[in-house]
């Protein structure tokens, strides 16, 4: 069982920046990949960017370029720094990990509003 603990959401005009923190617990020694997932309102949950244990990063399209996504292996932590944010990011977002057989596991989910 992994657990993983979401800090650092809240509100932001448009074009600032918030970062994201997440740490996880338990069984972190399976932990292979990490990221951040997002869900609008009335949309599906989607993913964000993600980061293998080998810091390997993937963005969605519309990331690229304002999101970095980070890990410390050590701290057993993962961060994502967005930066230019625009009123369509606002969603819950959410710290998510997988395990080496392939299990899914996510945090209780951030707020993250952004205002024009």
């Known amino acids: 069982q992994v657990n993983l603990v979401e800090s650092g959401g809240g509100v932001v005009q448009a074009g600032g920046s918030l970062t994201l923190s997440c740490a996880a617990s338990?069984?972190?020694?399976?932990?292979?990949?990490m990221g951040w997932y997002r869900q609008a309102p009335g949309k599906q949950r989607e993913s964000v960017a993600t980061i293998t244990v080998a810091n390997r990063t993937n963005y969605e399209d519309s990331v690229k370029d304002r999101f970095t996504i980070s890990r410390d292996n050590a701290k057993n932590t993962v961060t994502l720094l967005m930066n230019n944010l625009k009123p369509e990011d606002t969603a819950v977002y959410y710290c998510t990990a997988e395990d080496y057989k392939w299990r899914r596991y996510w945090g209780q989910g951030t707020q993250v509003t952004v205002s024009s």
């Open positions: 338990g069984n972190i020694f399976s932990i292979n990949d």
